[in-house]
Every structure is written in structure tokens, then in C-alpha cells.
T-cell receptor, first 114, second 109 residues
Framework: NAGVTQTPKFQVLKTGQSMTLQCAQDMNHEYMSWYRQDPGMGLRLIHYSVGAGITDQGEVPNGYNVSRSTTEDFPLRLLSAAPSQTSVYFC?????????????FGPGTRLTVT | GIQVEQSPPDLILQEGANSTLRCNFSDSVNNLQWFHQNPWGQLINLFYIPSGTKQNGRLSATTVATERYSLLYISSSQTTDSGVYFCAVRNQAGTALIFGKGTTLSVSS
């Protein structure tokens, strides 16, 4: 299994540009989520999905869109990039059964907005 | 929502020393994970430990859910243990994890 994969690894955008961060998992997990990591802030939840066709907002959703058309893929779209979106973005998928919830992360995408 | 607090925020050790990292959470939880973020930024699962004690080599973890805390023990630390250690608990909706701000560990030789 490749686990959780993310592309690209690095990206530089100009203010106002749009782009999509790709995330895929091959573990057949229903739950997937996107986090951003900023210095001193830990990881903050942007959006999550509990299955194909079902998404919802997390703690910091403004400026981002998601969709989940398949179990495997969960792309994150930046609509109009702003310098405040400079961050490291992590995608995760989670194995959920009953009360058990175990999460696995992708390698991250480092985004700089100038 | 659930609050997750980790202590200490920073820890500096000499190689070979032992350490204990603490994670407190504000509400009862039935899920807790410890992660290590290495200096290259990768987030690695260490333990899934909603309760009880687990050991993996030099690392072990204990969660006392009724008292709302978890401890991560690192024995005989090595330079490769350096990085940031996060604990995370499942949110009340059961849909994602809430993270503490981490403990940054630096181990020098």
C-alpha cells in the first residue's frame, strides 16, 4: 500500500492564483481530512469528509473548497490564494470502526503565497 | 469543544536520558493518538492508545481516560528522537482529530 499520497510536495503561488492540492489514499478509509500546520499553532482542521459525497467544514475553512467524488481522492482547492495561506498542508485518512478512530497522514505540501 | 494541552512545550536532552511528555484533555475521550513529526516534517503514528499502556521499543505510552491525561515515555533517548511530539483526540462529532500544540524535543549527542 502507498498509504496517503499528496502532490505537489512544494508550491509557490502569487496572490490571487488558484490551485488544487491533491490527496489520495489506497486503504479504503471512509474518513479523510485536511489540516494546515503553522508555527506554534499545531495542526488545525480545514475540511473533512466521512465518505464519498459528504464533506464538512473544520476549524479554519475560509478560502478553501473540497469535494469527495470517490473514496480514494480528497482534493483541496484554494480559490484565490492569499499570503495568510502560506503553510504546510497535510491530508489524512482514518480507519474508523465503532469507537475506534486511527489516523494516518500524507507527507505534506509546503505552500508559499507571495 | 475539546481542548488538548501538551507539556512541556520544549525539552532539551542529552543522548541517553529519559523523558516524559504529558497530554491533558478537557473532556472524556475514547480515542487518543501520539504522533512524532520528524525534522523532515513527516508525521508518524506512534501509538493509538485510548486507554491502558502500550510499549514499542524505547517508547511507551499510558492513557488514563478517567483522569483525562496521557503520558509518552521515551527511554535512552537518541538524536533520531528529535522532533515534535503531538497528541490528538477525536472531536465530539467523531469526524476528525483535535491536536495539541506539541512538545518540541531536541536530543544532542
Amino acid at each position: 500500500n502507498a498509504g496517503v499520497t499528496q502532490t505537489p510536495k512544494f508550491q509557490v503561488l502569487k496572490t490571487g492564483q488558484s490551485m488544487t492540492l491533491q490527496c489520495a489514499q489506497d486503504m479504503n478509509h471512509e474518513y479523510m481530512s485536511w489540516y494546515r500546520q503553522d508555527p506554534g499553532m499545531g495542526l488545525r482542521l480545514i475540511h473533512y469528509s466521512v465518505g464519498a459525497g459528504i464533506t464538512d467544514q473544520g476549524e479554519v475553512p475560509n478560502g478553501y473548497n473540497v469535494s469527495r467524488s470517490t473514496t480514494e481522492d480528497f482534493p483541496l482547492r484554494l480559490l484565490s490564494a492569499a499570503p495568510s495561506q502560506t503553510s504546510v498542508y497535510f491530508c489524512a485518512s482514518s480507519y474508523v470502526t465503532g469507537a475506534s478512530y486511527e489516523q494516518y497522514f500524507g507527507p505534506g505540501t509546503r505552500l508559499t503565497v507571495t | 469543544g475539546i481542548q488538548v494541552e501538551q507539556s512541556p512545550p520544549d525539552l532539551i536532552l542529552q543522548e541517553g536520558a529519559n523523558s516524559t511528555l504529558r497530554c491533558n484533555f478537557s473532556d472524556s475521550v475514547n480515542n487518543l493518538q501520539w504522533f512524532h513529526q520528524n525534522p523532515w516534517g513527516q508525521l508518524i503514528n506512534l501509538f493509538y492508545i485510548p486507554s491502558g499502556t502500550k510499549q514499542n521499543g524505547r517508547l511507551s505510552a499510558t492513557t488514563v481516560a478517567t483522569e483525562r491525561y496521557s503520558l509518552l515515555y521515551i527511554s535512552s533517548s537518541q538524536t533520531t528522537d528529535s522532533g515534535v511530539y503531538f497528541c490528538a483526540v477525536r472531536n465530539q462529532a467523531g469526524t476528525a482529530l483535535i491536536f495539541g500544540k506539541g512538545t518540541t524535543l531536541s536530543v544532542s549527542s
